[in-house]
């Protein structure tokens, strides 16, 4: 016999416990599944990874000596443990309507708020009270003040008054975009004279022939500063500091600045007629797909999960594309809410909005249930943009996201540890293609000079600096030799100390020493005529790095 509906395994990271129970209630009511059978059934669908969870818990006992009612009470305090009242009530009592957000959203996040506060019977008139106190029109909340009424009576005034307001406002602005388009047509209709011979170069292809808003090149890539809007002949980047002074006498004098441009009558056009036609011609202007790689990324936690938000300041609410929506369980559980909100994109593209979520979301140690549009985007790497009705609530670390470029680099510094382990392992490395081999003079006498004191305030600084060229294999310990230099120890700016050995007095004098021309100035900037990288090294401990032959030591 076959079943209706299908209860899929639980997910304890991305599926809610209480709506998994009821989920399974109603599935067991529609399939008529007898009392005792249900547990049968709890055990099936539950999952390997909740079923071995559940096992460890009833341990001694086994899971078919409990009762349906008693698993499911242990699934639920495993999986959605009790939240605290007092913490559960304050969230709700500080809870306030947000900008941009409709009446029908907020009575619904504080319904969601106060499912977890155990008001009891008081929970109607909680709601009532949080939503009188918490709308943020004045006018609105005097008309819920008059009287003594109910929580539902309170929502049917409060919505119907902001579909009032709203209709209002949307006469308001028909009549001005009336006004507007008068004023635009009177514009157009007393057009300025020219003169009839150009005396300015056009800043775009350096011709004289037209003005830079007719220009053809005006959407074309710059091939040397990668820019648009010109070609390489007329690229700023190429003039010397000299040539800028000069280039004054080209600039676009103001009745070429004042003339109407392409832009101008594709506004008139988008005004008059469709908007998308007008806004079609300008939208060569920056791809999709750039925008989606400009701006500030931050960090944030949404609904338990890590995710980035690229920062939008000029976007007035929070968006999610649609794809991400889909992809991630977390945001995928959450019911979309019917929305009329409307957005475009700067280029006046207009986006196509599927609803709006209310996410848990916490940033550093604050936390806040907010709003997030859902749209449907075609541009694939489209991110999460944080709009200004976020940054209202939550306080960025506006430091940390400046140093962007730093946390880039250290993730790729990162990476480079990771592939190349062997150059990064602590210590002090060792040159393996080349040994050094020490000449002494024939008639060389082995000379052995006595240890000079050590003060005792640097003495167990300079025991340790010795156990560690001895742990990395740099020195070794030897019982007798013909040679011995005394030990100069250096204090360094951190504290440490660096040891080094008095060659000077013992070795120097008797070293056949290979004598190499070194190069002039001249010389080593003619080497480095060509070369466009430059780079400083400092190699720690560099001359430790090299193996002396065993015969030298």
Known sequence: MSSTGKISEFHPESDDAATYVMRLKH?????KIEDNNKLFVLITVLGSKVINTLVDLVTPDEPDSKTYDQIIELFLNQYKPEKLTVVERNIFNTRRQKQFESVQEYIIVLKHLASTCKFGTFLNEALRDRLVSGVLDEELRQKLIIEDITFTKACEIAVKYEQAQKQSNMFQKQAAFSNDINSLKKFKSKPTKFPTKLKFKCTRCNSNSHFPNTCRYKTFKCERCQ????????????????????????????????QPTDDLDNHLYAVESNRKKGVKQKSNKVTEDELSTLGFVCEMEIEGRKMSLQIDTGACTSTLPERIYRKVPQLKRIPVIPTKLSLSTYLGETLEVKGKIYVKVKYKNGENVLPLIVVNTANEKAPILLGRNWLEHIKLDWQSIFAVENNSTEILLKDLKSKYQDVFEPGTGIIKSKQIALHVKEDAVPKFCKHRPVPFAIKPLVDKEIDRLLEDKIIKRVKTSEWATPLVVVRKPNGNVTLCADYKITLNPVLEVEHYPLPTTEE??????????????????AYLQLPIKEESQ
């Open 524 to 541: 080593l900037f003619s080497e480095l005529a060509e070369a466009k990288v430059f780079t400083v090294l400092d190699l720690s401990h």
């Open 227 to 258: 820019k648009i809007g010109h070609l390489k002949r007329a690229c700023w980047s190429n003039l010397k500091i000299n040539q800028v002074e000069r280039e004054d006498k080209y600039r676009v004098p103001r009745y070429a600045r004042d």
């Open 27 to 31: 599935f067991m009511v529609a399939n």
